[in-house]
């Protein structure tokens, strides 16, 4: 089993709609966590970062962390064309300088 | 600043081949982070330096891979001999604090016959 998991998709839906993406960790030990947006043939630019429970806002974009259940989600709202891109959600060990990342989802907003 | 470069961009090469990806770091940055990112096995990190030192390369596959950082400026990627199972998107990044704000180069894609 992966540390991170991650459903890969491909995820479609209409612009407006509002966008879940999820993931799944194993270990608790670490409860930093960050969320990565990638475009076709870019590299990983970090969209938000969260740290143990709870939700993070920054604009359209929310995070959120379950601990009970160690479940981490993406939502957008109001989604854009320019949202359409590969998101990649991961772990971080801050003492080790390692982060532990899902596959990814892709995702396309259709307009 | 231009941010991270990486070159070549893309690579095709045969198996056995010597392949040598290149990186420049963001001016300051004193962290080099080396990723390969597949289909199946998502973004690995590699290496990573620290001042110009690796710090942690246990992510590297295995002695085919090496990696070097002979100044601030520049770092290496080498795979010798090259086999298909490398083939692979690798990224460079670099960071002022350390990986929560590492900012990722464009890639090396790298296709191995």
């Known amino acids: 089993q992966k540390e991170v998991e991650q459903d890969p998709g491909p995820l479609s839906v209409p612009e407006g709609a509002i966008v879940s993406l999820n993931c799944t960790y194993s270990?608790?030990?670490?409860?930093?966590f960050m969320w990565y947006r990638q475009y076709s043939r870019k590299g990983p630019e970090l969209l938000m970062y969260?740290?143990?429970?709870g939700n993070k806002e920054d604009g359209r974009f929310t995070a959120q962390v379950d601990k009970s259940s160690k479940y981490i989600s993406l939502f957008i709202r109001d989604s854009q064309p320019s949202d359409s891109a590969t998101y990649l959600c991961?772990?971080?060990?801050?003492?080790?300088?390692?982060?532990?990342f899902g596959t990814g989802t892709r995702l396309t907003i259709i307009p | 600043d231009a941010g991270v470069i990486q070159s070549p961009r893309h690579e095709v090469t045969e198996m056995g081949q010597e392949v040598t990806l290149r990186c420049k770091p963001i001016?300051?940055?004193?962290?080099l982070f080396w990723y390969r990112q597949t289909m199946m096995r998502g973004l690995e990190l590699l290496i990573y330096?620290?001042?110009?030192?690796?710090?942690?390369d246990s992510g590297m596959p295995e002695d085919r891979f090496s990696a070097k950082m002979p100044n601030a400026s520049f770092s290496t990627l080498k795979i010798q001999p090259s086999e298909p199972r490398d083939s692979a998107v690798y990224f460079c990044?670099?960071?002022?604090?350390?990986?929560?704000?590492?900012?990722f180069g464009p890639g090396t894609r790298l296709l191995v016959l």
């Open positions: 990044a670099s960071s002022w604090t350390g990986v929560e704000t590492q900012y």
């Open positions: 270990n608790s030990a670490f409860q930093y």
């Open positions: 969260t740290y143990s429970s």
């Open positions: 991961a772990q971080l060990d801050f003492g080790n300088e390692k982060l532990t």
């Open positions: 001016s300051g940055h004193d962290y």
């Open positions: 330096f620290n001042n110009n030192v690796p710090i942690d």
